[in-house]
């Protein structure tokens, strides 16, 4: 059973969708306060958290940001819950590294659809993802390349685990936007040209001549499934060689 945590002050909001996530079989957990709510997260490892920003004693903001910071909690996918419905407030939100940014008032409905989506392809999912010389740390939210210790936002982390997770599948730039930056989102097609660019120049050697993320022409980026295929057979031959000493 999927374990949902709920920050949220508003006593009447929080009984309604308390009730209806219960109703869709979800476990469930939660605070009308700020307060303590990282050790609860701790204690009870949900997997989604739903967040209020504007808390009475705290800022949801800063406990989002913690919550990445944290390498038992970094992993799991935080909804803003909020009347902030500005552009920057959402622009601010996601790049603290919210999955999805949901305005009040909302349809219950979409909200529990919007969580069902954030479930989708997470089953037995993998701590590390490979490639090359690349490697991604779901619990710790880091990239390394060849050991070296990479410096990428929270944006950047959620965009090139998207795509490493499904190397080979071609993506378009909505599709990009609907999984990395959400439904509600108040971005462009070209910021997704704009972070595959930033990644590139973080990750590949020759961000001109790209390795790892590949351009589609007329459709969209994909990782090179192929990385993982020469990974595969060079860890086969290292075993071989080792069994043969």
Request: glycine share 6%; hydrophobic share 40%; charged share 30%.
């Amino acid at each position: 059973m999927r374990k949902v945590a709920l920050v949220e002050d508003d006593a009447d909001l929080f009984a309604l969708v308390k009730y209806n996530l219960q109703k869709e079989g979800f476990g469930f957990v939660g605070s009308q306060t700020g307060r303590g709510v990282i050790d609860l997260f701790r204690r009870e490892r949900p997997d989604l958290i739903l967040l209020d920003i504007m808390l009475p004693d705290s800022d949801g903001l800063e406990i989002c940001k913690a919550i990445r910071q944290h390498p038992e909690l970094a992993h799991i996918p935080v909804i803003f819950l909020t009347a902030r419905a500005s552009e920057t407030d959402r622009i601010v939100g996601l790049e603290l590294g919210a999955n999805d940014y949901i305005v009040k008032p909302f349809f219950v409905r979409e909200l529990i659809a919007r969580i069902k989506i954030q479930f989708r392809g997470r089953t037995n999912a993998t701590r590390l993802l490979k490639a090359a010389g690349l490697e991604l740390d779901r619990s710790s939210c880091e990239v390394r390349l060849d050991g070296s210790l990479l410096t990428l936002t929270a944006t950047e982390f959620r965009l090139l685990e998207f795509l490493m997770s499904r190397p080979g599948v071609v993506f378009s730039r909505e599709q990009l936007l609907d999984a990395v930056w959400g439904h509600d989102r108040a971005v462009t097609d070209r910021t997704v040209d704009v972070y595959i660019l930033r990644l590139r120049q973080k990750i590949e050697s020759d961000p001109t001549n790209p390795l790892f993320i590949r351009s589609v022409r007329g459709f969209g980026y994909s990782f090179n499934n192929n990385l993982q295929s020469q990974q595969d057979q060079q860890e086969e031959t290292d075993a071989k060689a080792a069994l043969a000493e």
